[in-house]
């Protein structure tokens, strides 16, 4: 076989002028949507595992929501109800309107070719070419070889892998292999695409480069993702919002950047310090602690305090403002700046020295300006 002829009809990439558009999506309604979902599972020793536990949400058409979660936390089980590889014992899935728990098995065949998935190991076929793996759910389906040809020359362009058509998974890098997973679960033209920590066994300049595909797909081709990872630093990147499994359980959800401003869980807080670094060093905290017991275990003057700004508040003079107004002295501990979703994040941590009124007044007009607040005076 030739090994340019597939792509002899391929032209460049533009679903989005296909009447086949994947993010095609009804208007108002959510993309997905899942009620009061419930799974469990019977481990080998008899015991009920509540895998999920009455989880309710909506993701919109052309968004990138993020579940992340511990190892454990249900994050799979609940992304496979999407599809009905989990069948929840109690609720509702819903994609693009259509209730999945009603369909026959034709129709639910049917339904699943709208909704891809890319696996953290690539689930490659060994024994076929990249160009083969990705035609693989093509033939399935029963479309012609020349269909199949134009498809599978557009979907390598897309992801950037027409060189490697015919080589062989072993003969590819990590990356290579996702890019190759990517354009197999795009082939179908799918509505959602479903990811389930597809970086996880990459190194981190790849991660970038596969999040920067699966934007880019996001964009070009207005598809809907849901993304599973345990990296805040993945959904720091690329997702828009979030919702933080715990126990079966979603524990908070939002935009991302409000997420990172304010977690409302201890289990998001210690997600966030990974990758924005709030930790002080113990020298600092030991000096802190030793002036608060010799004060008779009282803060006194002393409030150690971490404040989240994003967006335009970054560079404006809020602080020294505060300064100004209410006397606050204070100097900073530990202080970061970074970017989400295109907008700056700024956490910095404050030991401020001021009498309670003057440091009521600064708290005050900062939360005023958008400043989120928190007290950390329990940690020393
Ligand atoms: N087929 C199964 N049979 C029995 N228990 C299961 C099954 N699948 C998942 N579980 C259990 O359900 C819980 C949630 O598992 P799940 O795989 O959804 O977690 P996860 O958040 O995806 O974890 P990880 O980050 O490690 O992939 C775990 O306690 C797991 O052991
Ligand atoms: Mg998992």
Redesign the pocket.
Known sequence: MNARAPFAAASSHTPQNSEELPGEARQGIPMVELENIS?S????DGKL????RDVSLQIASGEIFGII????????????TLNLL?RPEKGHVSINGQNLLSLGENELRHARREIGMVFQHFNLLSSRTVFENVAFPLELAGHDKAYIAREVGQLLDLVGLHEQAWRYPHQLSGGQKQRVGIARALASKPKVLLS??ATSALDPETTRNILDLLRRINRELGLTIVL?T?EMQVVKQICDRIAV?DS?RIVESGKVIDVFRAPQTAITRTMIGEVIAHELPSSVLTRIQRRRLARGNTAGPECLLRLSFAGDDVDRPLLSEAVKRYGLDFNILHGQIDEIQGQAFASLTLLAHAGEEALQGAKEFLRNHDVSIEELNHVV
Do not use: C, N, Y
């Open positions: 799974v599972f019977r481990s080998p595992v509540q895998a999920v979660g511990r190892s454990g936390a249900g994050k799979s089980t609940l992304v496979r989990a389930d920590e599973i345990h499994m079966g």
